[in-house]
């Protein structure tokens, strides 16, 4: 956090010359020393931190009298709770579009695969059918819930500490919110001993990579057990996957599963920063210190891997062979039970008997559903129902079609096309949003640093007018 805390102390230097509180000139001097100094400064074993180093250099550079006054004001309590903030506003539109990132990458490959079957599962056991777009869309909606947390998180982050001090603030006549605006704060974090004292920002922004990670692990854990040889649904990329030591018919998922671990370590994060922070008496602790460290490691983490995983994602390959499996036939039998409640009046729970005990008695045969037979289903029915129903073979022939079902299944939010195509539209209009949130808050930093620094050079420029005059 060197350049931020460089960028608070030019800011404040600012507000102090616009206050009154120092001299044009003495102002004009200090931010000359800082200019470039995140690039030069080096925080020595000697240095108790950053904020030492970066005042020992400015006093190296103008003298004890006039550097002495970078401090004037302010705390090393309010500057680090406005670094972090700073920098964590950068890291958290990083991970922003890394989600953003990925869920191009899910769409793009449901766009390729709003016909590909895929068996759906409940209790790891095959359901019923949907396509490979459904469950990429899925995650698709989950990642948006991240990001929206990450949003509103973003909200509270982007509140500006600087002003309150050690913890109550100072009486000098500061003003607070022209350096929020210098620093590109939506605005300022009132009550002084709250602004130095809190670090929930900290914890909400790991809480949500949390449930993000929980989200990201169910993807990777998904397409590890698809992609072994027993499930065969898909076949990951050779450049994702590697061979055993000993064993060479293997593709181990080494990255997936190296993801899938990095996930615990953000997780782990957010738990051990929890039980840092917990009970802590209100005002500064140096406890605050120890937790930072994990919020970079989890963002990076996050970053790299939601990256790494949309890579994945963009090129692996389903294999749809994997439905003529004579087992997956058997997920058309809940349509089979709505057929005969739709078109035969059956009540649904004696359709569910009915169906059940076709499919106990076409397993112990060793055949499939798509070997059953009108016959077969008449007398089952009968033995249940005590009365015969009538039903032919064409009905029976569409309902085991697992792309009928498929198609059957219309309602909003469903696997069917229509339904698909609705909502990959829907989709790319909130990719199109969530990039537009992104860009407009990179858009703020960037506009607000510029401002920043054209009023640190109208200064310095004075400085060299009046020395010239």
């Given at each position: 956090i060197l350049k931020q805390i460089v960028d608070i102390n030019r800011a404040h230097i600012i507000m102090l010359v616009e206050s009154g509180i120092i001299s044009r000139d003495h102002g004009g001097k200090i931010l000359k020393a800082l200019t470039g100094l995140e690039g030069k400064v080096k925080v020595k074993p000697e240095h108790e931190d950053a904020h030492i180093a970066i005042e020992e250099e400015v006093a190296k550079a103008v003298g004890a009298e006039i550097g002495g006054n970078l401090n004037l004001a302010k705390s090393r309590n309010d500057q680090v709770a406005t670094a972090i903030r700073m920098k964590l506003r950068?890291?958290?539109?990083?991970?922003?579009?890394?989600?953003?990132?990925?869920?191009?990458?899910?769409?793009?490959?449901?766009?390729?695969?709003?016909?590909?079957?895929?068996?759906?599962?409940?209790?790891?056991?095959?359901?019923?059918?949907?396509?490979?777009?459904?469950?990429?869309?899925?995650?698709?909606?989950?990642?948006?819930?991240?990001?929206?947390?990450?949003?509103?998180?973003?909200?509270?982050?982007?509140?500006?500490?600087?002003?309150?001090?050690?913890?109550?603030?100072?009486?000098?006549?500061?003003?607070?919110?022209?350096?929020?605006?210098?620093?590109?704060?939506?605005?300022?974090?009132?009550?002084?001993?709250?602004?130095?004292?809190?670090?929930?920002?900290?914890?909400?922004?790991?809480?949500?990579?949390?449930?993000m990670a929980v989200n990201v692990t169910r993807i990777a854990e998904d397409l590890v057990v698809w992609s072994t040889i027993e499930f065969g649904i898909i076949e990951l990329p050779d450049e994702f996957a590697f061979t055993s030591s000993i064993m060479p018919q293997k593709k181990n998922p080494d990255v997936l599963e190296v993801i899938r671990a990095r996930m615990a370590s953000i997780i782990g994060g957010f738990v051990a920063s929890a039980v840092m922070l917990k009970a802590l008496p209100t005002g500064y602790n140096l406890d605050f210190q120890e937790a930072t460290p994990k919020l970079w490691s989890a963002t990076e983490t996050a970053q790299r891997c939601l990256k790494m995983l949309a890579d994945v994602v963009l090129n692996l390959k389903v294999r749809s062979a994997v439905m003529s499996k004579s087992e997956l036939s058997f997920l058309a039998a809940t349509e089979l039970a709505n057929m005969l409640v739709r078109d035969h009046g059956v009540p649904f729970r004696t359709a569910h008997r009915i169906v059940g005990a076709v499919v106990k008695t076409l397993i112990e045969e060793g055949k499939s559903l798509r070997d059953l037979t009108a016959e077969m289903l008449v007398n089952v029915s009968k033995k249940i129902l005590g009365s015969s129903i009538r039903v032919d073979m064409e009905e029976i022939m569409r309902i085991v079609d697992l792309s009928n079902c498929v198609e059957s299944y219309d309602v909003r939010g469903g696997p069917s096309k229509i339904e698909t195509e609705r909502m990959l539209k829907e989709r790319r209009n909130l990719l199109a949003h969530s990039k537009d949130w992104t860009h407009r808050r990179e858009e703020k930093l960037n506009s607000a640093e510029k401002m920043l620094s054209a009023e640190v050079e109208a200064l310095i420029q004075q400085l060299t007018v009046n020395r010239n005059t």
């Open positions: 950068q890291e958290i539109l990083k991970t922003a579009e890394a989600i953003i990132s990925l869920q191009e990458a899910l769409i793009s490959k449901a766009e390729g695969n709003m016909g590909t079957l895929i068996p759906g599962y409940t209790h790891l056991q095959p359901a019923q059918p949907i396509t490979f777009a459904h469950y990429l869309l899925a995650q698709f909606d989950r990642l948006q819930r991240d990001l929206e947390r990450l949003q509103e998180a973003y909200s509270r982050v982007d509140l500006c500490p600087m002003g309150a001090g050690a913890l109550a603030t100072t009486s000098f006549p500061i003003k607070r919110e022209r350096v929020a605006e210098l620093l590109g704060f939506s605005g300022v974090l009132e009550n002084s001993l709250d602004a130095v004292s809190t670090r929930d920002f900290l914890l909400e922004v790991l809480a949500v990579l949390s449930v």
